[in-house]
């Protein structure tokens, strides 16, 4: 799918994980001068996204510093009613928040913040319609964000429990399209507080 000014799509970051491994607290822990969530709503309010939803838990400090990062974009904060039942549930949520004739979403985690500017407008050229999803991939291993188009986001909205966005992508078969992208920061996640110096 050709990147034009016609096209619409929207953007979700998922930042509503509880951070067991990190202790807590993971999402609003510094990196480099910032909460660690600055970097992937950075990346999401640079995409080429009408909107922007973050699904959250129960979390007033969290959504406070989310809504005053994005204060200059088209950005929705969702609470995740139950986040312990897994990245399905928090899609879900967020997907309900989306607005109508998207013709795609991105899916960005909240813990990856070195996703580069230019990796979201190479998935759109790479989309192959409304029915595709692409991701890339970087020196063979996939990463994020990933793009699903609108067509998905039906299933997207009835997603459940721990199962995410892989499940779509075996259900999309030969339209999943791969991208090699030279950006080694969509691989790059924070699990515990000590991958925070591996940047």
Same mark, same amino acid.
């Given at each position: 799918m050709a990147e034009s000014k016609s096209a619409r799509f929207a953007a979700i970051v998922l930042a509503a994980g509880l951070g067991t491994r990190f202790g807590g607290g993971k999402l609003l822990a510094p990196f480099r001068g910032q909460p660690l969530i /600055? #970097?992937?709503l950075a990346a999401a309010v640079a995409s080429p996204a009408v909107s922007v939803v973050v699904a959250i #838990?129960?979390? !007033?400090?969290?959504?406070? &510093?989310?809504?005053g990062l994005g204060s200059d974009a088209d950005l929705t904060v969702v609470r995740v009613a139950d986040p312990a039942r #897994?990245?399905?549930a928090s899609l879900a949520a967020a997907a309900q928040a989306? *607005? *109508?004739d998207?013709? #795609?979403v991105f899916v960005f985690l909240g813990d990856m !913040?070195?996703? &580069? !500017?230019e990796v979201a407008p190479a998935?759109?050229? /790479?989309? !192959?319609?409304r029915d595709g999803?692409?991701?890339p991939f970087y020196e063979g291993q996939r990463g994020h964000p990933v793009l699903l188009g609108g067509d998905w986001i039906p299933a997207l909205r009835r997603l459940d429990g721990d199962v995410g966005a892989q499940a779509l992508i075996r259900q999309a078969g030969e339209r999943f399209i791969r991208i090699e992208v030279d950006a080694a920061g969509i691989l790059f996640d924070i699990d515990r507080p000590d991958d925070l110096d591996r940047a």
């Amino acid at each position: 799918m050709a990147e034009s000014k016609s096209a619409r799509f929207a953007a979700i970051v998922l930042a509503a994980g509880l951070g067991t491994r990190f202790g807590g607290g993971k999402l609003l822990a510094p990196f480099r001068g910032q909460p660690l969530i /600055a #970097g992937a709503l950075a990346a999401a309010v640079a995409s080429p996204a009408v909107s922007v939803v973050v699904a959250i #838990g129960d979390d !007033p400090e969290l959504e406070a &510093t989310i809504l005053g990062l994005g204060s200059d974009a088209d950005l929705t904060v969702v609470r995740v009613a139950d986040p312990a039942r #897994g990245m399905g549930a928090s899609l879900a949520a967020a997907a309900q928040a989306v *607005p *109508p004739d998207i013709d #795609g979403v991105f899916v960005f985690l909240g813990d990856m !913040p070195l996703v &580069t !500017p230019e990796v979201a407008p190479a998935l759109i050229r /790479a989309l !192959p319609g409304r029915d595709g999803i692409a991701a890339p991939f970087y020196e063979g291993q996939r990463g994020h964000p990933v793009l699903l188009g609108g067509d998905w986001i039906p299933a997207l909205r009835r997603l459940d429990g721990d199962v995410g966005a892989q499940a779509l992508i075996r259900q999309a078969g030969e339209r999943f399209i791969r991208i090699e992208v030279d950006a080694a920061g969509i691989l790059f996640d924070i699990d515990r507080p000590d991958d925070l110096d591996r940047a």
